[in-house]
């Protein structure tokens, strides 16, 4: 898998292929950035690419090295995750041990540690001591969405690798590509913040359903003398949506910014671009502010539902507030 197969990240890539071109591969590095911007395939990628016996900044994908990594079985290199919660201080001892044996070729081990802000203090101070002084030539990359909450000396010690969010456009394509339909993509991209994260959601059987059902009870507080107070509760009870309901507000308040898209003539950043003739029709029923005053509600409600809120009580607040 060659580095051009990762999507976006042209800093991210120009600075590790540089790095081999140079010999100069850093003893540590810190992917940080958010979830599901492509840390963990980067690090595999680097992992191969140091291996890779047949090119020097990239990796062929048909080595014996690169095979291995795709397989899952290489010897020199070991992955490390949380273990519940948390990586134990035994998992960096583990980790230590398996360091103390030489490498299998002629390249430095390398350890890839998956949510490295989560290890516990034991494991962090573990950590520092291995990062200074590794018994054998290593390559570590930390891979954390939260780097603040590391070590400072982890840290310090470390070379900072900085992943920006995927551009819209770009997971809209991928997704194409995938064959998702244009109207899910749009609504799963606006959700989250990577790729990996889109296609976990819309793997979730209740995802294309929680979208239907918040038109429907958007459509309908619409209306004069709505009835999607009274609809809502039957609903979500039939439809078992009652435990997504943080999707359901992050979806009307997508909903309620398209109004306000339309008005401003933003047509392209429309996220239910499928309902454009509804909303075209619609937008001019109420006017800037209140579109933005209902955009706060849903916020409010996620809120709610946060802090342990009755979840039927805030959805219903939610609906009469629209009507209001």
Same mark, same amino acid.
């Given at each position: 898998?060659?580095?051009?197969?990762i999507l976006?990240?042209?800093?991210?890539?120009?600075?590790l292929?540089n790095?081999l071109?140079?010999?100069?591969?850093?003893?540590?590095?810190?992917f940080?950035?958010?979830?599901?911007?492509?840390?963990?395939?980067?690090?595999?990628?680097?992992?191969?690419?140091?291996?890779?016996t047949?090119?020097?900044?990239d990796?062929?994908?048909?080595?014996?090295?690169c095979?291995?990594?795709?397989?899952?079985?290489?010897?020199?290199?070991?992955?490390?995750?949380?273990?519940?919660?948390?990586?134990?201080?035994?998992?960096?001892?583990?980790?230590?041990?398996?360091?103390?044996?030489?490498?299998e070729?002629?390249?430095?081990?390398?350890?890839?540690? *998956? +949510?490295?802000?989560?290890?516990?203090?034991q494991a @962090?101070? =573990?950590l520092?001591?291995? /990062? &200074?002084?590794?018994?054998?030539?290593?390559?570590?990359i930390?891979?954390?969405?939260?780097?603040?909450?590391?070590?400072?000396?982890?840290?310090?010690?470390?070379?900072?690798?900085?992943?920006s969010p995927l551009?819209?456009?770009?997971?809209?394509?991928a997704?194409?590509? *995938? +064959?998702?339909?244009?109207?899910l993509?749009?609504? @799963?991209? =606006?959700?989250?913040?990577? /790729? &990996?994260?889109?296609?976990?959601?819309?793997?979730?059987?209740?995802?294309?359903?929680?979208?239907?059902?918040?038109l429907?009870?958007?459509?309908?507080?619409?209306?004069k003398?709505?009835?999607?107070?009274?609809?809502?509760?039957q609903k979500?009870?039939?439809?078992?949506?009652?435990?997504?309901l943080?999707t359901?507000f992050?979806?009307f308040?997508?909903?309620?910014?398209d109004?306000?898209?339309?008005?401003?003539?933003?047509?392209?950043?429309?996220?239910?671009?499928?309902?454009?003739d509804?909303?075209s029709?619609?937008?001019?029923?109420r006017?800037?502010?209140?579109?933005?005053?209902?955009?706060?509600?849903?916020?409010?409600?996620?809120?709610?539902?946060?802090?342990?809120a009755?979840?039927?009580l805030c959805?219903?607040?939610?609906?009469?507030?629209?009507?209001?």
């Amino acid at each position: 898998m060659p580095f051009h197969d990762i999507l976006g990240q042209e800093d991210v890539k120009r600075l590790l292929q540089n790095a081999l071109r140079k010999d100069a591969v850093s003893h540590a590095y810190l992917f940080t950035g958010p979830s599901g911007s492509g840390q963990m395939k980067t690090a595999l990628m680097f992992a191969q690419a140091i291996f890779c016996t047949r090119l020097k900044d990239d990796a062929c994908g048909e080595c014996l090295e690169c095979r291995k990594v795709e397989h899952g079985n290489h010897p020199d290199l070991t992955l490390l995750a949380p273990d519940g919660a948390s990586i134990k201080i035994d998992q960096i001892r583990e980790l230590q041990r398996m360091f103390s044996y030489r490498s299998e070729g002629v390249n430095p081990k390398i350890y890839i540690i *998956e +949510g490295a802000d989560k290890m516990t203090v034991q494991a @962090a101070n =573990s950590l520092l001591k291995f /990062l &200074e002084e590794p018994p054998a030539p290593a390559v570590g990359i930390l891979i954390s969405d939260n780097s603040s909450s590391l070590l400072p000396t982890i840290q310090s010690r470390t070379q900072r690798i900085p992943f920006s969010p995927l551009h819209p456009d770009i997971m809209l394509q991928a997704l194409a590509g *995938e +064959g998702v339909p244009v109207a899910l993509a749009r609504c @799963a991209v =606006s959700l989250t913040s990577g /790729l &990996e994260g889109c296609r976990e959601l819309l793997a979730q059987n209740w995802f294309a359903e929680m979208r239907n059902l918040v038109l429907q009870l958007a459509k309908e507080s619409m209306g004069k003398g709505s009835t999607a107070v009274a609809t809502a509760g039957q609903k979500l009870a039939k439809t078992g949506l009652g435990e997504h309901l943080d999707t359901l507000f992050s979806m009307f308040h997508l909903w309620f910014k398209d109004m306000l898209y339309f008005l401003y003539r933003r047509h392209e950043s429309i996220v239910f671009i499928d309902q454009l003739d509804f909303i075209s029709r619609h937008a001019r029923e109420r006017s800037t502010e209140q579109w933005i005053a209902y955009m706060e509600f849903a916020a409010e409600s996620k809120r709610k539902l946060r802090s342990n809120a009755n979840a039927a009580l805030c959805l219903e607040q939610f609906l009469i507030r629209l009507e209001g």
